[in-house]
Antibody
Framework: QVQLQESGPGLVKPSETLSLTCSVS?????????WGWNRRSPVKGLEWIGG???????LYNPFFKSRVNISVDTSKNQFSLRLSSVTAADTAVYYC???????????????WGPGTQVTVSS | QSMLTQTPSASGTPGQRVTISCSGS????????VNWYQQLPGSAPKLLIY???DRPSGVPDRFSGSKSDTSASLAISGLQSEDEADYFC???????????FGGGTKLTVL
């Protein structure tokens, strides 16, 4: 049974970089699937941030432009999110998830981690 | 940034059938499949329906999905108190080259 768990600071100052890690158990992330990050805020609802494929390719939401980076540590079975130059608008619950991406636009996130609250404030 | 539109709230009484709608465009629902996620209070989102109408193992058949043109619907029959949750639709968007979510519908069981 695949399980995911997010971890990282719950409070980040404006203009600094948000860094979160997703620890995966029950499945080697190097064995397949995409792995992604989403977030949910009261103002914007659910938003896709980005994801990576075990083979090395990454997909990012253009809305986040050059602020986002997703990296992977297969030795620890973890992947990480870095979001730079944060503002109060980046305050949200951040979720990692296993992401199945197929042809013809078919894709789904399953399962999700429990989520971690990140607040951007000085 | 939501590119899929959902009614913010819906309600029903136990045993009733309720329908939640999701409206998109030709670049998302119109050309790709739709997923539905259920988020219970204090929990992570859970995949409820995928590929328009398929249910993952363990999801009761009280939940059903459908799609027509640029819109999709989630139907819940035999409403139960434990169905009180937020429901989100999602679909791949060809312009974004990634998935987009609806704003969510908060379902209240009266």
């Amino acid at each position: 049974q695949v399980q995911l768990q997010e971890s990282g600071p719950g409070l980040v100052k404006p203009s600094e970089t948000l860094s979160l890690t997703c620890s995966v158990s029950g499945y080697p992330i190097s064995s397949g699937y995409y792995w992604g990050w989403n977030r949910r805020s009261p103002v914007k609802g659910l938003e896709w941030i980005g994801g990576f494929y075990h083979g090395g390719s990454t997909l990012y939401n253009p809305f986040f432009k050059s602020r986002v980076n997703i990296s992977v540590d297969t030795s620890k079975n973890q992947f990480s999110l870095r979001l730079s130059s944060v503002t109060a608008a980046d305050t949200a619950v951040y979720y990692c998830a296993r992401w199945s991406v197929y042809g013809s636009g078919s894709n789904r996130f399953d399962p999700w981690g429990p989520g971690t609250q990140v607040t951007v404030s000085s | 940034q939501s590119m899929l539109t959902q009614t913010p709230s819906a309600s029903g009484t136990p045993g009733q059938r309720v329908t939640i709608s999701c409206s998109g465009s030709s670049s998302n629902i119109g050309s790709n499949t739709v997923n539905w996620y259920q988020q219970l209070p204090g929990s992570a989102p859970k995949l409820l329906i995928y590929s328009n109408a398929d249910r993952p193992s363990g999801v009761p058949d009280r939940f059903s999905g459908s799609k027509s043109d640029t819109s999709a619907s989630l139907a819940i029959s035999g409403l139960q108190s434990e169905d009180e949750a937020d429901y989100f639709c999602a679909a791949w968007d060809d312009s974004l080259n990634g998935p987009v979510f609806g704003g969510g519908t908060k379902l209240t069981v009266l």
